[in-house]
C-alpha cells in the first residue's frame, strides 16, 4: 500500500475529528525500496555559499551532500559546474552509506569557484593544476602547483620549507610552548618560563588529490626527555591555490591541583615559522590586520613622512607595497640619508579580552617598544615580507578565542620570525585549577547536600582538566609578492569567515537524513505557524545577542552558552554551580543544527558550527581514565563530577561531520565507538547507589535505555553508516541493543537493562518494571529512534518505542493500565509533545496528534502567554547595556525548539 500524502491525510483526519483513526505508512519497510527516479532530494544539486562572495582567497571548500536510499550506488563518479555551465574540477568520496549499500553522504572538493554550483552524478573535470602527494626520504612534499610544502616526517620541524616557484616564503614552520612551573598569587616574583617545541611522532597522508590533499601530523610538546600537551596537526591543500589551512589540536595532559601554585602552566602556546627576507628594507612590508578588513600597513624602513620628501609617487609605492625605483632616482636629500632612518624589525598585536587589542612595535631586541595604535576586535592576520615574495598568515576565531597575539621578529634581518599565538604569552598562564576548595564536601551524603543548595555535584579530584582538548583554526599564503588592498581584504576574510559550500534545505530533508521528517523549512503560511517561526528566530537572536552582552568568548568558553538566569542579579549564574556553562544539557546542539537544516541560515551555522567545536573538545575527556565521558554543566566546563557519556554524544556531532566533512570531528566520533567500556570506569550511580560494595561487572552495566544507551547508540550508528575500522562491531551493538531492549517486558519503560560487553547484548528481565525518567528522551533519543526505524527493519523495537512515545504524556490513569503502575511525577512535557507527534505520524492517530499540541501549547515550558520580547538593561543594574528575557532558560530553549520544529514538520497541518 502506497503512503497517503501526508499533508492530505492531517486535513482529512482533522475534519473527521479529533478522535478520527487513520492510517500512516512511514516504515521500514516501505523506506527499503530504491527511490524512483526524480525522487526529493536526487541530483542536481544546487550548491551555495553560506555567505555572499564565493571562496575568495580561501584556499578550497568542502561540503557534505546527502543521498536518499537508493539513489546512488558506491562507485558514482560527480561532476560540478558553475552558474556558466563550465566545469569545475572537483574530488569526491564517500561520508556515509545507507544500510543497502548505496550512498547516503558524499563529500566534495573545489579548489576554485564563486557563485552557485551545480552538482550532478557524472565524470569529474580535473584542475590544470592538480594536487600531488610525494613521499621521498623523511619528507612529504606536497604540491597544489602553486605552492609547495615540504612536511618533515620526524624532529621538531613540522613544515620544512613553503616555495612558491624558485622562491623560499616559508620555513622552519614548528610548533611552540612556553610553561610557567609556578603562579604566585599578589605580586609576582621572577616569572620562569620553559620553552617546548613540538615533537613529530607520526605522519599520515589522508588525502593525495587531485583536488584536496590532507596530511596528519601527531607529536607532543619536547623539552629534554619530557613530552606533554599531545597534538593533532592537519595540513589541508587545495589545487591551484596559494594558500593552505592548518587545524591545531590540543590535549591538556599537564598537573594543576587546586590550592597549590606549582604545576603545568601553560603561558604560550603558537605555531611559528621563518620568513626569508630578501628585498631592501624600504621594499619589507608589515601588515597587521585591525579592525573589519583596516589593516595597519608599513614599511621596515619607512620612507613616507619624512622631512624631507622622496616625491609623491615613491611614497604611494611604498604605501601601496610596490618595488621602488632606484634611490638614485629620489630626491637624494632623502637617498643620502636613508641610513638614519630606523628599521623597525619587530611587530605585536595582542588581543587580550574580546573588546581590546593594542599594537606596538620596535626597531629591535633591548629597544623600546613604540605604540602603533589599536581598536577593539582584530581580524587575526598579518603579512611579512617583501616586493618578491611573503607570507600571509591568519588565526580564526581570534578575539573569540582570546587571549591571542601575533608577533612578528626581526624583518630587518635576513630571516623574519612569525608566531601566531593561540595562547598569548603577555596574558595571564593558562590557569585551570578548581575554582574552590571543597567547602567540606568529603562524603557522597555532604556531596549530596551541596547538590541541593548550589546544584553542584562536586567530589575531590574530580574537577580536572586532564584529557580536555582545543582545536584552532590557521590559514597561510604564499604570496609572489606584497598583495595589493583588495588581495589582503579578501585574505582577511577568508581568515574571520572561512567559505562554506553547503547543500540547500530542499536536500537535507528530501534526502531522509538525520530524523525522516523530523524538519521542513520555514512555513509561514498560517497566523500559528508564523507565531511559531517567530517564536523560534526570537530564541535563536536572544541568544546570539546574550553571547555578545555576557562576553561568552575566551579560548575554552567560546561556543558554549549559560543554562539557567538569575532574576535578581539581572545575570546568568555563571558563578552558581550546575546553573553555569551548559555543556549540552538537554540539548542544546540539537535545536541549532536542526533549526540550520530547516532554514539554511549561515548565522545559526556559524553559532552551531562553534558550539560543535566547543562542546566536542572541552566538555569531554580524551586522554585519562575518563576518556570518553563529557562532564555535566558547571561553572568550569570540566568542573562537576557527574562525568557522563550523554555530553560525550556523537549525536551532536553528526551534523558538522557530515555537512562538512571535518576530519577532526570524524576522530571525535570514532573515539566514542567503544565507549560503553566507559561504565567500567565509573559508576555514574555510586552516591545514590545503596549497595557500597558494588563493582561494575562486564557482563553485567547497568545502562539506562535513555540517556545512556542514546549517547552509545549514536557512535555505533555513525561508525557503521561511514565503515570506520570497527564498523562490522558497530553494526553489530546497534541491532543487538536494539532487539534486547524490545524484548524487555516493558521495553523502553523498562528503563535499563544489564549489559554484557562481550556480546553487546542487554539481559532479558525476569519481571516487567517501570522507570521512566524525564530526561531519558532529551539527549537525541527521539531522534535517534525515527533514524533507526527508518533504517532498519525491526517491528519489535518500533512497536516498543511507539509505546514509550504514547504513555510518557499520557494520564497516570493511561499509563497504570498498561504497565500496572504510573511513570510517577514527570516534568518536561512541552518538549516531550514531540514524541506525541512522531508517535501520530508512525501510528495514524489523531488522538496522540491533537495532545501533541495540546502538551506543546498547554503543559510546562514556554506558553504563548510568554512576553516573548527583552527587557532593555543599563546600569547600573548591569555590567554593560544590553537586554534581558528573564524567562528564558537554556532546557526550555532546547526543547521548544525542538518540539516546534518537529511538530511542525510531523503535524503542522493538524495545528489548533
Not at 632612518?341 to 631586541?365: H, N
Not at 562553534?610 to 568542573?639: I, N, S
Amino acid at each position: 500500500m502506497s503512503p497517503i500524502p501526508r499533508r492530505s491525510l492531517l486535513k482529512a483526519a482533522a475534519v473527521a475529528g479529533a478522535a478520527a483513526q487513520f492510517s500512516w505508512a512511514l516504515g521500514a519497510n516501505d523506506a527499503q525500496a530504491a527511490p524512483a527516479a526524480g525522487t526529493a532530494g536526487a541530483d542536481p544539486v544546487t550548491l551555495d555559499w553560506l555567505e555572499d562572495g564565493g571562496l575568495g582567497a580561501a584556499p578550497g571548500s568542502t561540503v557534505g551532500v546527502p543521498w536518499p536510499r537508493g539513489v546512488h550506488r558506491e562507485d558514482q563518479t560527480f561532476a560540478v559546474t558553475d552558474a556558466d555551465g563550465r566545469p569545475v574540477p572537483v574530488q569526491s568520496w564517500p561520508l556515509a552509506y545507507w544500510p543497502d549499500g548505496s550512498l547516503k553522504w558524499t563529500a566534495h572538493a573545489v579548489g576554485s569557484g564563486s557563485g552557485r554550483l551545480t552538482l550532478t552524478a557524472g565524470t569529474p573535470a580535473a584542475p590544470e593544476k592538480k594536487v600531488t602527494v610525494d613521499r621521498s626520504g623523511g619528507t612529504i612534499v606536497v604540491s597544489t602547483g602553486v605552492l609547495t610544502a615540504r612536511i618533515g616526517t620526524s624532529g621538531t620541524t613540522l613544515i620544512r620549507s613553503v616555495t612558491r616557484g624558485s622562491t623560499e616564503i616559508a620555513k622552519n614552520g614548528r610548533l611552540v610552548l612556553l610553561r610557567q612551573p609556578e603562579i604566585e598569587d599578589g605580586d609576582q616574583g621572577t616569572v620562569k618560563y620553559e620553552r617546548f617545541d613540538g615533537a613529530v611522532s607520526e605522519v599520515t597522508v589522508e588525502q593525495e588529490g587531485p583536488v584536496r590533499a590532507v596530511v596528519r601530523i601527531d607529536g607532543k610538546h619536547r623539552k629534554g626527555s619530557r613530552g606533554w600537551l599531545p597534538f593533532s596537526i592537519r595540513l589541508y591543500f587545495y589545487a591551484g591555490a596559494d594558500s593552505f589551512r592548518m587545524v591545531h589540536t590540543i590535549t591538556y595532559d599537564g598537573t594543576q591541583e587546586p590550592g597549590r601554585a606549582s604545576g603545568d602552566f601553560i603561558r604560550g602556546l603558537g605555531v611559528r615559522f621563518t620568513v626569508p627576507m630578501r628585498d631592501e628594507s624600504y621594499d619589507r612590508h608589515i601588515r597587521i590586520g585591525g579592525e573589519g578588513t583596516g589593516l595597519l600597513r608599513e614599511a621596515v624602513k619607512g620612507i613616507t613622512g619624512l622631512r624631507r620628501d622622496p616625491g609623491a609617487a615613491v611614497q604611494a609605492a611604498q604605501y601601496a607595497g610596490e618595488k621602488l625605483p632606484d634611490p638614485s632616482t629620489w630626491d637624494q636629500r632623502v637617498t643620502t640619508r636613508l641610513q638614519y632612518i630606523p628599521e623597525w624589525g619587530d611587530y605585536t598585536l595582542s588581543q587580550l579580552s574580546a573588546d581590546g587589542f593594542t599594537v606596538r612595535k620596535r626597531t629591535k631586541k633591548g629597544h623600546g617598544w613604540i605604540g602603533a595604535g589599536g581598536g577593539r576586535r582584530a581580524s587575526g592576520f598579518g603579512y611579512v615580507g617583501g616586493t618578491s615574495g611573503g607570507l600571509s598568515f591568519g588565526l580564526r576565531d581570534f578575539w573569540e578565542k582570546y587571549p591571542a597575539q601575533l608577533d612578528i621578529r626581526d624583518a630587518h634581518t635576513d630571516e623574519a620570525e612569525v608566531t601566531l599565538w593561540l595562547w598569548s604569552p603577555e596574558a595571564q598562564p593558562m590557569d585551570l585549577r578548581f575554582y574552590h576548595d571543597g567547602m567540606g564536601q568529603d562524603t557522597y551524603a555532604e556531596q549530596l547536600e551541596g547538590l541541593n543548595i548550589t546544584y553542584e555535584d562536586y567530589e575531590p579530584e574530580f574537577g580536572t582538566p586532564y584529557g580536555i582538548a582545543r582545536t584552532s583554526e590557521l590559514l597561510f599564503w604564499a604570496n609572489a609578492s606584497t598583495p595589493d588592498a583588495d588581495t589582503l581584504a579578501e585574505q582577511v576574510q577568508a581568515v574571520r569567515v572561512l567559505p562554506q559550500l553547503a547543500a540547500p534545505p530542499k536536500q537535507l530533508i528530501g534526502a531522509g537524513v538525520f530524523g525522516k521528517g523530523l524538519y521542513s523549512e520555514p512555513d509561514r503560511s498560517t497566523p500559528a505557524k508564523a507565531k511559531i517561526e517567530d517564536h523560534l528566530d526570537f530564541l535563536f537572536t536572544y541568544y546570539k545577542d546574550q553571547v555578545e552582552m555576557r562576553r561568552w568568548y575566551g579560548f575554552w568558553d567560546y561556543g558554549d552558552i549559560m543554562h539557567t538566569y538569575d532574576t535578581a542579579r539581572h545575570q546568568w549564574r555563571y558563578d552558581v554551580g550546575g546553573y553555569a556553562w551548559d555543556n549540552s544539557e538537554l540539548s542544546p546542539d540539537l535545536w541549532l543544527w536542526y533549526a540550520y537544516l530547516r532554514s539554511g541560515r549561515a548565522d545559526i551555522f556559524r553559532f552551531a558550527e562553534a558550539m560543535t567545536r566547543h562542546t566536542g573538545e572541552v566538555d569531554v575527556y580524551h586522554l585519562g581514565k575518563w576518556a570518553g565521558l563529557g562532564t555535566r554543566h558547571g561553572v568550569q566546563h570540566y568542573a562537576d563530577s557527574a562525568k557522563q557519556q550523554r555530553i560525550a554524544n556523537t549525536t551532536y556531532r553528526r551534523f558538522y561531520y557530515f555537512l562538512t566533512a571535518d576530519e577532526r570531528v570524524g576522530d571525535l566520533m570514532h573515539a566514542n565507538v567503544d565507549s560503553d567500556e566507559t561504565f567500567l570506569v565509573l559508576d555514574p550511580q555510586r552516591k545514590v547507589r545503596p549497595d557500597p560494595d558494588y563493582t561494575p561487572d562486564p557482563h553485567a552495566l547497568s545502562i539506562g535505555f535513555g540517556t545512556d544507551w542514546s549517547g552509545l547508540v549514536s557512535a555505533w550508528l555513525t561508525e557503521w553508516e561511514r565503515k570506520g575500522p570497527k564498523w562490522e562491531k558497530a553494526r553489530a551493538r546497534v541491532l543487538s541493543t536494539m532487539e534486547t531492549i524490545a524484548a524487555q517486558p516493558n521495553g523502553f519503560v523498562q528503563g535499563s537493562g544489564l549489559y554484557d560487553l562481550d556480546t553487546g547484548k542487554f539481559a532479558i528481565a525476569e519481571r516487567p518494571a517501570v522507570s521512566v525518567s524525564h530526561l531519558s528522551a532529551v539527549f537525541g533519543l527521539n531522534e535517534l529512534c525515527a533514524e533507526l526505524i527508518d533504517l532498519v527493519d525491526m517491528p519489535e523495537f518500533k512497536e516498543a518505542y511507539l509505546d514509550y512515545c504514547r504513555y510518557f504524556n499520557a494520564t497516570k490513569a493511561e499509563q497504570a493500565a498498561r504497565y500496572g503502575s504510573n511513570f510517577g511525577s514527570l516534568i518536561l512535557f512541552q518538549g516531550h509533545s514531540r514524541l506525541d507527534a512522531y508517535a501520530a505520524v508512525q501510528t495514524g492517530d489523531a488522538k496522540l496528534a491533537t495532545r501533541a499540541w495540546e502538551k506543546f501549547y498547554n503543559s510546562d515550558g514556554y506558553k504563548e502567554s510568554a512576553p516573548w520580547k527583552t527587557e532593555k538593561l543599563s546600569g547600573p543594574v548591569t555590567l554593560v547595556p544590553g537586554s534581558e528575557a528573564s524567562w528564558v532558560s537554556t532546557n526550555d530553549t532546547a526543547l521548544y525548539g525542538l518540539a516546534a520544529i518537529e511538530n511542525l514538520a510531523l503535524l503542522g497541518d493538524m495545528m489548533p
